[in-house]
């Protein structure tokens, strides 16, 4: 129903930042709800972030409250990962998703849509 597409990984220095983007097509952007996902080597992926569809409502994880934010440009169909104070241990493979469930969620099976991912890198 809708193709998710990331950009804007890279590699960076710690403490520096990254805006990653999620561009949407297919649907009608504001039918989803978006969440960012990341996942390291050796790890499961992990939930970091979700928007409403409007973008009136956010929720972060613990590891990333206060460096990241989470926002979306319905006009332009993108949603978006601000991240601030990066630390080496951000390293990872940054995914967005997008779910049609109308409570909160934080979990992989929650997201029926996927983007391909986008590299993070950051050194020391």
């Known amino acids: 129903q809708v193709q998710l597409v990331e950009s804007g990984g890279g590699l960076v220095q710690a403490g520096t930042s990254l805006r990653l983007s999620c561009a949407a097509s297919?649907?009608?952007?504001?039918?989803?709800?978006v969440g960012w996902f990341r996942q390291a080597p050796g790890k499961e992926r992990e939930f970091l972030a979700l928007?409403?569809?409007?973008?009136?409502?956010?929720w972060y994880t613990d590891s990333v409250k206060g460096r990241f934010t989470i926002s979306r440009d319905n006009t332009k169909n993108t949603g978006y990962l601000q991240m601030n104070s990066l630390k080496p241990e951000d390293t990872a493979v940054y995914f967005c998703?997008?779910?049609?469930?109308?409570?909160?969620?934080?979990?992989?099976?929650?997201?029926?849509?996927w983007g391909q991912g986008t590299q993070v890198t950051v050194s020391s």
């Open positions: 998703a997008a779910t049609l469930r109308i409570t909160p969620v934080v979990s992989q099976s929650d997201y029926a849509y």
């Open positions: 297919g649907r009608t952007f504001t039918t989803y709800r």
């Open positions: 928007i409403s569809k409007s973008g009136g409502n956010t």
